[in-house]
């Protein structure tokens, strides 16, 4: 009996969300954003302002001139998941982003894990804007805003609470949280507003610099450091190290960990995966979206950190406000001015692209009753989740207005690299899956149904393979020769990746703690590795051999299986590198996430429904039912 219990609790934890093919599938939500509204909002999310500072910190320190080449090996790495998101976005157009991607392919509770992680980057990650918006525009003032304020409202809880009241901050969200429920027309039409202000400035400092810059700087040697330690830090700073000098004067190894801070520099791209109910053709604009997006964003990256370091010499970079004072340098004083604002448009478009996929994922998941369905409700007149817009508007305001967000930031980065993992895995296992309905899946449809069915009997394992056939899979499973996908070879396929992302997480673990061992050459460390790699190729070359679908879609991942693992081994090992105290903080949001999801999300979810009616698309919108 407790045996049956326990099989029973198992299968509702893996049980996934049944995909269905239909065309013209109708939304409450307003389907009326284009292709250029995501490029926009995932321009705006993505190039914030990290490319007014970030450039600066990771020149001066970590890499000198070759930041160029940091950025291009950031962009590469983030390709891998945008390419990802990318088909998901083409096959499963649907709000939630990464949730709904996990729900299709890996299961409830993984999905509810996503989602539930989704929640807290946004809020965390459009909280931490919020506060940069209001310390820029202070900075603008000469500090006179925060001094006024300590003095007036002190606050004493070093380490919870901020030094004082943040009131800029809190009326930012405020105010954007009102803009977001008012409609997604026009909250599209702010955001190409901030992101083109931004794109202009950014194309103003690319071109100043390549103008007033000089090639020299990128071969600087032992006697220009000295002749500009001679010349005096000229008011502004002192002299940072001038490691080797040349273009890469830190080595193959500051070159890396430049790539990996700049990696951060790309996230913000997913948000473009949550408007699938908007687009008005999201199987064509989300794809496209996300590959614009990053695209541009790391030219703006590249030419901005290219021409950083051609005015100014790297080793004599401001580390906190790069730009401006690299005009100075160069005898351009005010364009600082224009750079000011630059930073406020894209802290703007930044906190806006944090803001917006938040009431999606909310409704996504409230729309499976995984959370409060009242959150699914959506108003008539705007077309928007109220509900879902302002809860996370309000916590992310109060969050910016009283705490202190700096140790709360890596939170967003575990969340947002466990969605890419996850979204990757998925594109893994469901392109080597037998198609639902052969033939159904047709690219001219802009609308992806994903309805509830509950099963005829009790709930079976995913791929539903029987023993003879999983059999005679795993007696060959490196010579099929079908030209199609089986549940046999699905369910091998789910099996080898699971095993995959298990020995990607070892192997990253000991690449992240102990690499001192073995780059030393440990023989211990040196074998683990090589059996590692060696099970993985072996897994590798199995799911290789395996059939893959030949639904038709508008965009397809390139070079399956190594694409999608590659971005899964970039993101499990970043993860790996996360602090203690920052696991310690994701532990605990995980613990009230699962008494949610336990005590209200598993028996209220939609598996457990009846089945709606297909034939009135209203009655199967759980926005306008009761809890």
């Given at each position: ?9 198992g ?21 009326c ?21 970030l ?212 996230i ?20 496209l979206g ?94 928007t ?98 030209s ?19 020995l ?6 000991v ?42 879609l ?29 696991w ?44």
């Amino acid at each position: 009996m407790a045996w049956q219990a326990v099989r029973h609790l198992g299968q509702k934890l893996v049980r996934r969300r049944p995909l269905q093919q239909g065309i013209g599938t109708e939304s409450p939500l307003a389907r009326c954003l284009d292709t250029m509204d995501l490029v926009a909002l995932g321009v705006g999310s993505t190039l914030g302002a990290g490319v007014y500072v970030l450039a600066g910190e990771v020149a001066r320190d970590k890499a000198g001139p070759a930041i160029v080449i940091c950025f291009l090996v950031a962009a590469l790495a983030s390709v891998l998941s945008g390419l990802c998101y990318a088909e998901f976005g083409a096959r499963v157009p649907g709000s939630g982003s990464a949730y709904l991607y996990s729900y299709v392919t890996v299961g409830q509770l993984l999905a509810f894990v996503t989602g539930w992680n989704l929640i807290l980057s946004y809020v965390i990650g459009a909280a931490g804007v919020a506060r940069a918006w209001s310390a820029a525009f202070d900075g603008l003032t000469g500090s006179h805003i925060s001094q006024a304020l300590a003095s007036t409202f002190p606050l004493s809880a070093p380490g919870v609470l901020a030094k004082y009241p943040d009131f800029f901050a809190l009326g930012l969200v405020v105010i954007l949280t009102g803009l977001l429920a008012l409609g997604v027309r026009e909250s599209a039409l702010v955001s190409r507003a901030f992101t083109g202000v931004n794109l202009a400035v950014l194309s103003f400092v690319v071109l100043a610099g390549f103008l007033k810059g000089d090639l020299r700087h990128w071969r600087l040697s032992t006697g220009d450091y000295e002749r500009a330690a001679a010349a005096g830090p000229n008011g502004s700073q002192s002299l940072g190290s001038l490691g080797a000098g040349g273009f890469a004067p830190f080595g193959l190894p500051g070159v890396l960990r430049g790539a990996a801070t700049c990696f951060f520099a790309f996230i913000g791209f997913d948000c473009i995966a949550s408007t699938g109910e908007e687009a008005r053709h999201p199987q064509r604009s989300i794809p496209l979206g996300i590959v614009l997006s990053l695209a541009i964003c790391f030219l703006m990256y590249f030419g901005v950190s290219a021409s950083l370091t051609l005015m100014v010499p790297y080793y004599q970079v401001h580390p906190e406000s790069p730009l401006p004072l690299a005009f100075v340098h160069v005898g351009w004083a005010p364009a600082r001015y224009a750079v000011a604002v630059g930073t406020l448009c894209a802290l703007s478009s930044s906190l806006l692209g944090s803001m917006f996929p938040v009431p999606r994922v909310i409704y996504a998941m409230a729309e499976d009753r995984l959370l409060f369905g009242r959150l699914a409700r959506v108003h008539s007149r705007t077309r928007t989740p109220l509900l879902a817009t302002a809860l996370p508007g309000l916590v992310a305001a109060l969050m910016a207005f009283l705490l202190e967000l700096s140790d709360l930031v890596d939170l967003t980065s575990i969340g947002t690299l466990l969605a890419y993992s996850l979204v990757a895995f998925s594109v893994l296992v469901l392109r080597y899956q037998p198609d639902p309905e052969a033939g159904s899946e047709k690219p001219e449809g802009d609308a992806v149904e994903m309805r509830s069915r509950p099963p005829a009997g009790p709930v079976q394992p995913a791929a539903g393979v029987g023993r003879a056939g999983c059999g005679r899979a795993l007696r060959s499973p490196c010579l099929s020769k079908a030209s199609a996908p089986t549940q046999a070879s699905g369910r091998l396929v789910y099996i080898c990746a699971s095993l995959l992302v298990l020995l990607l997480a070892i192997l990253s673990l000991v690449l992240a703690q102990r690499p001192q061992r073995l780059l030393a050459g440990d023989p211990a460390h040196l074998a683990v590795a090589a059996l590692l790699l060696g099970l993985m190729a072996v897994m590798t070359a199995i799911i290789w051999r395996q059939p893959q679908s030949g639904s038709l879609l508008h965009f397809r991942v390139p070079f399956l299986p190594v694409l999608p693992l590659l971005s899964i081994f970039v993101n499990v090992y970043l993860m790996m590198q996360m602090a203690a105290g920052t696991w310690a903080r994701f532990g605990i949001w995980m613990v009230i996430g699962f008494a949610i999801y336990f005590g209200y999300g598993i028996r209220h979810s939609l598996k457990e429904q009846p089945p709606l009616p297909a034939s009135s698309p209203q009655e199967n919108n759980p926005g306008t039912a009761p809890v």
